[in-house]
């Protein structure tokens, strides 16, 4: 899964090569059946949400007094994304990079309105799945446009809010509606922090009472993880610093105090990522360290046993010699005597060691 | 222990995600039995100071002419946050941050008042705790409040200052006493450093005289430690720079004087945390190349023993060989003149080996 | 072929020590045979293409109102580069850097034009070739000029997009081609980036299952790959931020827009390369680590199947000895209850060993 | 000596938890006797120099037209400390870093005058004792006043300028004192870099012709040392290059020439320890490598000699077998035939070892 | 050689210590018989050369339209120094300068001229020397003068173009002329690279056939020979680029461009600096890499020879036993059997290892 993703990324830029700037071409995986166009009209008092067809799109028009915001599932249909394109006055550049399903976090500014890209993290631990999908937001004066590759539920709890009136959300611009879907975005992100950190302790425990070699796969996994997350976020937080310095207006102030906050959750993110990071940085260094010593202690044990049979070996040879005269062999318990020596020697010995911990493997 | 605010940090956040901004949710542990609010008025020439019944707070007016310092232990009754944030008018997000008890420091204007997030250690050598909590501080025109989750007795030495009037405490205005309690925060990280620094020191005693497996994770455990006062010092030292340029003129001019001076302990504080660091680090390397070097020294002794005995057990068994004619087996004192020069070859090369001080373990 | 790359970089600057500055001396490898000089004079609705000779040059007048695209293979006829700058009245600097070909990309302004350096990446996977030439690029208020040293077919799409009238092209001034230039040198940058990312994940999968030594010159040959492409871009990152900033207007407003595009290129892949590098140094633990645990748990396993024969070896000699009283020795089945003894003792450890896992090898 | 130093900077701050700012506590080591003020009135023409009382103190006036400079040895006297504070209307603040003698080095602005903290570095070979101590330098219109804690003679080359009149020093301002001083302080910077640099040179020395494990705490030492140079020296650089930026007019135009001359001599402190931990660093790389390979081609050395054994032991096993027929055992020189090739079978593998150089250590 | 290189930086500061600063002193060593001034007089149409003795320098005008550079070689002349400062009005602290030999790169302003400090390196590779010595470059309105330790010859190529007159260096400035003074300096940096890459590249085609202990010391060679390096150019760069920002308007814009031409090589420079040391640090890192694993490949070779001899050694121990009754013993082939059987097991197991490939040492 997580190669696919690496590959995608630049697979996408290789596959346009030579064309023109703006020619629209779907470069990500198709993964929902039919584009799904979702639209919700709403103001202080009223909100409406329906699903629209595809070829209905470019006689729509906004009714006046009224917040838009529509939301795209699906994007392999090129024309619906050119409809739209035209009935909202979007570059060209725009449309191709919402197709583009690979880019980087970024904002762009085009006058009437900002593009900005962000980046969806689910991470499915049954499945074992981990990745991110891009979300492109288009924030224009009275509306808000979003595409996604597929229904990630994500949006929801702001469909929401929405629905239950009288809250802020309905009074303010589409500005703050930006805001709430940045907001729920960033708030994904600490899920798949949480999984990563959970997996993280639960790897140390395992690391610090029996290391096993299966264990740098593991810390590898979680290596390029949370890599990924940091190629993300690190990005998003620029986005979200240039959306707060607020050059064109997009925002108002009362918004404004609420993106920062949004900052604030990026840049502690950040710092907890970098705490795993460094964490599993720590962990390697124990992990290699472990290993290594555990094969030196059991080849340092293994030398102590047979070090145990050298000197019973020699009194053996010794006795084996045939001079003519020699002592012990002609008395009647020699034998025993010699046996039993032995074994005194490889048992005095084996106190010895043991007493130095030479014979433990830690 | 250290895990578990690890853990919360990351927690927090997930705890939340898809509630509107302003919900006012506790995410901390229960610390207190019942929240207690303190309040003291004091102006130069009269202090008063009183524990104040949660329900008598909406109703509250502070007195002209007052300066007014409100602290807050227990942070469970939403109820008390939110009549607090309705009498001094303070923003939902302001509220949301004080219950939300695992915010990375940072100060934030909001016009009227500027409100501080720091983090105060405590570690206890018996139990072996070490960790830290949220103070959050607000600093209004000629009041302070300030919000724990339980009574650390940080604040105590500030209260006696209070008490003990006519001292400049007294007559200079709120914002003194925000920089004093300030103070007193900076001042505690420092119990804490000297803490880890003196393990440090009795660590590296142990380590150059003794090294055993279990110091990798004592300094791991250090590393960690250190870690976790670094991503709070870190943001409080811009804090503090941010408050110093004071550009809303919060602060006079003398209290600027010596707000410097803590943002000086600070700076101070990062680089013998560094020190600390970089002495940590160092130590790693010296355990892991001892560790190693010891066993290998200890297999090198292991296989200098085991080559005294070769030679004696050749001998043995070239007189155990069954020639017919073969020199010395018939002389009458052969065998102990071949016992004899077993010995001689496994003392003479015991003493080589000696001398090559292949035998220690250093 | 790399070390030749990196040789001739440093070569290029002594060949030429002491001599003045702005003497022309070509110092890359002639690779064509005689240079190619193509010409294209477009407007919005006509174009015309054609080859020069080398000599006419000097009398070229360009038509008014047409752009002019002048490309040149082949850098080794000096007089020609001197013609063309007397022609397009170049700067002695240029010229000189036009034919010194290991220039880092860089921007340098000349008031009336700019010259831009860029360099072009070739890899080969069938002649296992991986490298780089430089290209320049001048662009004046009507002309763009561009240098290599032999044709890659890399500007071909860009060509062909011109052939095609009635598309942006065409109708932008000179600064729309310069950018179409760079954005197609950008483009084959993810090429050879791909060719690497696939390099790197074949190795991971190998390195992962069965690990051998000649792994560690594939991953070295890597890293100097990336090494060569990272010193390529990120210089050339910077000159494309110059070029954004636009001092000298050399860009109309909507070319900047689709610029930034070709920065954000860049941006992504300085980061993707980034990624590739941290994998290859995490391939490289893995490596050292996984050699060096193989071989230490095959002298483990060695040693523990050396520990099977030395009970058998004892009880051997034991039964070697000369004594004259001593059991079993007269018994009838005395050899092959020892025989049988020796086997078990063996085959006991060999079990216990087997259990422990201290025979395989990983 | 090193540890006590690094303990003191921690525990300085953690005895005066609590206390009100501008408390006077000194918490340095006490290391004169009782306190010198020693004082120097000077202008072009005239220079008197004296020691004064610290009792009358508080009624010295200084004569008009004349420099001052006042030079205190001692500091746990804290009334006097005080008085000085009083007589030339320092600030409580100043007085307290003047008796915290561990501070890092800065500049804190006054208005009336500066405060500069530097460290003066001492180190004696014979007693191999290593240390700094902190000078507190006041600049003020027509005064400086310096704090030690006992006297080190690095002033003294300054006074004997002084003493010889006509020169600079005499018809400077304060300012070109105040320069002299610091000039000094750096000045022995170098002493102690040097001390460092030819220990590490030694070092090296014998690591490279015979490394032993006791190198290790050497390399260690000089770290620590380089680390202590280093914390003390970049805040310093920072402190010079405020003084050159001379926002308050403290220096002359011509004074400061000579400044940024001590700053070039901070940096170019700052390259050469900057090379010397490189050097330390490599070093260790080398250390650990050579340790680990000689007791590795030690094991190697050693498990040839005992291969040498193997062939002989085998052969002596193989005749000492009880077959009834075997050849050999009955020829009269068998037995010397037998041992010939023993001996043969080992020095031909002996050659073979010495010539693939198994034997050697190296 | 480097070492006294790296001795004389810290020395020459520790000799001055407490001298009055402007106390000129030479401090460093002194390489020729007797210093040479050469004086080069020039304008467009004319050039005059000449050597002048040192004791009429004082007395020397420059004559108007004219311009001079002046170059001496050989500084231990204290006193011709202290002329040549008098003439041209230097201030003392230039002077100081001069005489100090081990200065870093470095640019200052004083006024009327500008002093520039660059380092020239040489080195020899039959005698194996490698070092830098300095340059001090002082330019005035219409004057330039340079001062060496000893006549190196780098300047020898600027003289020949001054000599054969029409060339550009005639007829503009003397900050031309100064600008061609630092670009061969700079271009003899590249000699010095290129013998540094060489060697790398002859270095890494020996590790990677037959890696030997002693590479260590020839890369721990070439890494303090890039550091060296290193360490001039980085200043170097600082110097040049404070040249071509120009605030004081030292150089005309013309002679700017060139300026920046040999900042884009010193630039280049580093980068291919930096490309040296990347490779040294992953030669390092085979180096280290294939020793250990020679080693204990080695010993694990060694190890499996050992196992070969075990079981024959086994069976010869059987058949010594002395039972009454066993097997083959009576045999008349009895023993070859056996023979033959120990050869043929050894046999067996020598092709199971030979397959393997733990018989081999890569």
Known sequence: MKKSVAKRIRRSQVAKIGAAPGTLVHVGEVMTKTPVVSLIEYSVDSLEERTVAADTLSKYSQPAGKKLWLNVHGLQDVQLIADIGQRFKLHPLVLEDILNTDQRPKVD?????????????????????????????????????????????????????????????????????AYALLDVIVD?????????????EALEEILLSKPT????????????????????????????????????????????????????????????????????????????????????????????VAMLFMPATLVAGIFGMNFHEMPLLADKDGFWWTIGTMASIAIVMGLIFWRREWLSRQ
């Not at 798949?192 to 997996?199: F, W, Y």
């Open 109 to 177: 500014s085009y006058g009437d309105y900002l593009y900005i890209v962000a980046r969806c993290f689910h991470c499915d631990k049954t499945n074992n799945t981990f990745g991110s999908e891009q979300i492109s937001l288009i924030l224009g004066k009275d509306f808000v446009l979003t595409f996604q590759e597929r229904p990630t539920g994500s949006f929801e709890p702001v469909r929401e809010r929405l629905r239950h009136g009288r809250v802020h959300i309905r009074e303010a611009g589409s500005d703050y509606l």
């Open 188 to 200: 994904r992100y600490f899920i798949a922090l949480e999984q990563i950190g959970d997996d993280c």
């Open 213 to 304: 070699t299966g264990l740098l796969h593991e810390i590898h996994r979680l290596k390029r993880e949370s890599m990924l997350l940091r190629h993300s976020v690190w990005p998003l937080r620029e986005v979200l610093n240039t959306l707060i310095r607020n050059d064109q207006n997009f925002f108002e102030i009362g918004t404004l105090l609420f993106m920062r906050d949004v900052y604030d959750h990026t840049v502690h993110f950040i710092e907890s990522l970098e705490a795993i990071r460094d964490m599993l940085a720590g962990m390697l260094d124990i992990y290699l360290s472990s290993i290594s010593n555990r094969v030196n202690m059991e080849v340092r044990a293994l030398t102590v």
